[in-house]
């Protein structure tokens, strides 16, 4: 039996583009892994995307199912961390830019 597809609706408020600011080749990114916040994502660019997963790697983020519902939490806070450090390193260079420029 096939599984049923997941239909998933963008809320107004929800971005049109990644937080690097590119609206090409956008993925759906599962902040918290599917298994551990399957209700929260955000579009990321392929190449922002690829470098999320490689960073919780990095930082030890678990995207496997786990035994108890805490863990799974756990793991899903982990690779929010993860996410929001990227959107603050994007935040900090782009301020740099703008500094040399003027």
């Known amino acids: 039996m096939k599984p049923k597809p997941i239909i998933r609706q963008r809320c107004p ?7 690097c600011g590119s ?3 956008l993925e759906d990114n599962h902040l918290g892994g599917r298994k551990h916040a399957t209700g929260i994502w955000l579009p990321y660019c392929v190449g922002d995307h690829a470098q999320f997963h490689i960073n919780c790697r990095r930082a030890g983020v678990d995207f496997r199912k786990q035994p108890d519902k805490l863990l799974s939490q756990l793991q899903a806070l ?6 929001q450090w990227m959107v603050l390193e994007a935040m900090e ?6 500094r040399k420029l003027k």
């Open 13 to 19: 408020d929800c971005p049109d583009q990644c937080f």
């Open 23 to 25: 609206s090409q080749q």
């Open 93 to 98: 260079e782009n301020i740099k830019k703008k």
């Open 78 to 83: 982990k690779a929010h961390m993860v996410g």
